[in-house]
Nanobody, 121 residues
Framework: QVRLVESGGGLVEAGGSLRLSCAASGSFISINAMGWYRQAPGKQRELVALFSHSGSTNYADSVTGRFTISRDNRKRTVYLQMNSLKPEDTAVYYC???????????????WGQGTQVTVSS
């Protein structure tokens, strides 16, 4: 059974930093894409940062220059380093992965349980 387990959220003052981690476990052939989304109260879930299948990265305009996504393929883990945090970054951050399942050889999307990030002003 595939699982995405996130960690690293918390409460931080504006201007501070946090590092999120997301580890994929279970049986799958490949990670096609993996990254982070967030959802603030009353708003739609939005892309924050993503590794595509080619290894290229995509960032939301609002976090470019402040957030950095990285990965450790051996550990099947993706990280999100968040610097210069702002109150508007407050949201639940969700890990997302597009995986090729070993049982069906089909691609399927998975979500983590979410981790709360709160930035105080």
């Amino acid at each position: 059974q595939v699982r995405l387990v996130e960690s690293g959220g918390g409460l931080v003052e504006a201007g501070g930093s946090l590092r999120l981690s997301c580890a994929a476990s279970g049986s799958f052939i490949s990670i096609n894409a993996m990254g982070w989304y967030r959802q603030a109260p009353g708003k739609q879930r939005e892309l924050v940062a993503l590794f595509s299948h080619s290894g290229s990265t995509n960032y939301a305009d609002s976090v470019t220059g402040r957030f950095t996504i990285s990965r450790d393929n051996r550990k099947r883990t993706v990280y999100l380093q968040m610097n210069s945090l702002k109150p508007e970054d407050t949201a639940v951050y969700y890990c997302n992965a597009d995986l090729t399942e070993s049982s069906t050889y089909s691609r399927r999307g998975y979500w983590g349980q979410g981790t709360q990030v709160t930035v105080s002003s």
